[in-house]
């Protein structure tokens, strides 16, 4: 079965400085990579996510990037802010039609520092 | 909008006590999904539902743990009885139908067995 691994698990940044999380997968079918963003307290949140026949996408501040061949994807936050502190995680599905595909990574742990 | 609405938040329960966990997804959602995440990870997908139907139990253990979504609006995981290692964060999501990747989270539930 599919299995996601996430780096950093920790990850401390100065504020305004870029934040970079990686993840690879290991099933070469997958083809739907969200990243979900979790504050304390409460449940994950979509903030981005990216399909297969799509090699970036970006969103204002956030972006994300996929490499098919090597089968990793990355999170690129840039000018972090203080609110971007909260654990990240990425996943990946063999289906986009089917969330009950979706594993999910272990989780970075961001700490903006003022 | 109102969002995933859970309950209780916490719960303290000793080893071979039973506990029930409540979930009202997003009005409309067809879709259904009970997570297990345990401290320092990433979400497991437990059970899903398509209204009131099981779509994927794979992963549920089912000597223990059993759920139900009557109606095919509000749903209830229970724990029967608990062990030590079920203690983790129980978390609903909802997806407006399975064909839909988008998972909108509720806070959890966070399960302490002593």
């Known amino acids: 079965g599919e299995n996601v691994e996430q780096h950093p698990s920790t990850l401390s940044v100065q504020e305004g400085d870029s934040a970079v999380i990686k993840c690879t997968y290991s099933d070469s079918a997958s083809n739907y990579f969200p990243w979900y963003k979790q504050e304390l307290g409460k449940g994950p949140q979509l903030i981005i996510d990216?399909?297969?026949?799509?090699g970036e996408k970006k969103d204002q501040r956030i972006a994300v990037t996929l490499n098919k061949t090597a089968k990793h994807f990355s999170l690129h936050i840039t000018e972090t802010q203080p609110e971007d502190s909260a654990v990240y995680f990425c996943?990946?599905?063999?289906?986009?039609?089917?969330?009950?595909?979706?594993?999910f990574g272990s989780g970075t742990r961001l700490s903006i520092r003022p | 909008e109102a969002g995933v609405a859970q309950s209780p938040r916490y719960k303290i329960i000793e080893k071979r006590q039973s506990v029930a966990f409540w979930c009202n997804p997003i009005s409309g959602h067809a879709t259904l999904y009970w997570y297990q995440q345990i401290l320092g990870q990433g979400p497991k997908l437990l059970i899903q539902?398509?209204?009131?139907?099981?779509?994927?139990d794979s992963q549920l253990p089912k000597d223990r743990f059993s759920a139900e979504r009557l109606k095919g609006v509000d749903s209830t995981l229970k724990i029967q009885p608990a062990k030590l290692e079920d203690s983790a964060v129980y978390l609903c999501a909802s997806s407006r139908d399975r064909n839909t990747g988008e998972l909108f989270f509720g806070e959890g539930s966070r399960l302490t067995v002593l």
């Open positions: 996943a990946a599905s063999t289906s986009y039609s089917s969330a009950s595909k979706i594993i």
């Open positions: 539902f398509q209204n009131n139907g099981v779509v994927d």
């Open positions: 990216i399909r297969s026949n799509v």
